[in-house]
């Protein structure tokens, strides 16, 4: 035990690097991806001490180039499950007793070797592996990752420092202990920051862990544990496993230590995981905490007072940075007539602008879907719109699979405001656009409200303040980030706390303290320095 009121580092925000033409960085990074794209490289599943390499196997391969073997990882059976959660507990009692200034001290050291000698290689993996520009990789699986590490010790300790009132008679205490079991970690594929922070915030707090990445991510999930392994995290307190999605879950959702689920990814399936813990909540040793950030159909909506330029480029940036496979990414706008044909004409000059390719030539803006099956249904949903009389392609349309995953940025207008693709989350470089008429503004913002089942992120664009001030009310549920003149994507740690409700998940805001305090069960202490001695009150007296 420290003896001690320590303070940490105060955070702040990890700086984005330009990679622009001949900064040390660009050619840095380069030299890395060209490295790491030659090596054939074979991902165990980390359980305990241990490296496990089961032998069945599963493929890695670019989305930009699907015919290039990155190398293989290793696939648990239920067995190696059923070890990682053992292996989990066995690493509880140790690690939930270690002073939080030793867990803080570990996660810290993270954030520094992902700053500094780690952040060639994540970022090289990530464009490797889920195809992501320089530019998106940097702010994810660098500076988004470091911010998580650094920002999550401060909240921790501003969560201890939340004592109650005491008095002379007795002293009141608050502690923060480490859920009772094991906490399951499921991450997406489209951000390696999410990849880290779902397995790194519980354990911070004093719990331990089983994670499993998306197969699509694994890539850069190895060197996620890498540095959490440089970094002192011990042996059992984050498990990293790759397998059968279901037979995993099913095999942490059963067992009797299962305390909490930290969730990103599709609404359907975090519905599932859900109604899994429903039915087995009598075997549970607690009421598991459910924690999810899941899907959006996020929106733009202009005012007729906005800026047309302003308008496009959120249109451009919020739609089609990292092929759109952003959760708060644009899928749909609702533009004003009177203003139509001039944001249409700049986004078709933006897209027509974008280079399309592989991550490697840093003038490309757009690469690939993650894919084959992504591709097919995006592709699906494009050839349908080509057909419907009530959708017309205004840009974009193409799609070519023969090398890589492309799907070419493609804007659709439509006439219907509940069409397919104003409703449907495609998680892909389409946005669908309706026009209205100007005076109807007001009618728009109902129809934004209720035409889907999400509420993630959206934005707003007016320069009107009193048009601006009646759309944020009456959008007040219909997203969980809201933006104001900007694009509904880039939420910084520490700024933009993330998350949504209805079906975008339970809305816990991650990166912010909000999150952490779903990874503690509190315990008060009453300590009464002076005990009574007579059960009577003074109102039992006699006259």
Known sequence: MGKGVFQVPRAINEPVKTYAPGTPEREAVLSTYKQMYKQKVEVPLYIGSEEIKTGNTASMHPPHDHKHDLGVYHLASKKEIDQAIASALEAKEQWGKLSWEHRASIFLKAAELIAGPYRNKINAATMIGQSKNIFQAEIDSACELVDFLRFNVQYMTEIYQVQPESNSDAWNRLEYRGLEGFVYAISPFNFTAIAGNLPASPALMGNVVVWKPSAAQVYSAQVIMEVFKEAGVPDGVINMVMGDAKMITDTVLEHRDFAGVHFTGSTDVFKSIWEKIGKNIHNYRSYPRIVGETGGKDFIFAHPSANPQEVATSISRGAFEFQGQKCSAASR??????????????????????????????????????????????????????????????????????????????????????????????????????????????????????????????????RDRYAIEYATKALENAAGNFYINDKPTGAVVGQQPFGGARGSGTNDKAGSVLNLYRWVSPRTIKETFVPAKNYRYPFLGEK
């Open 333 to 462: 706008a609702y533009i004003p007539a009177s203003m139509w044909e001039e944001v249409k004409e700049l986004v078709i000059k933006d897209v027509k602008s974008f280079k399309m390719g592989s991550p490697e030539d840093m003038s490309n803006f757009i690469t690939a879907v993650i894919h084959e099956s992504s591709f097919d249904k995006l592709a699906r949903y494009i050839d349908q719109a080509k057909e419907d009389k009530d959708a017309e392609i205004i840009v974009g349309g193409n799609y070519d699979k023969s090398k890589g995953y492309f799907i070419e940025p493609t804007v659709i207008k439509t006439s219907n405001p509940t069409y397919s693709t104003m409703c449907t989350e495609l998680f892909g470089p389409v946005i669908t656009i309706y026009v209205y008429e100007d005076q109807e503004w007001k009618d728009i913002l109902p129809l934004i409200d209720n035409s889907t089942e999400y509420a993630l992120t959206g934005a707003i664009f007016s």
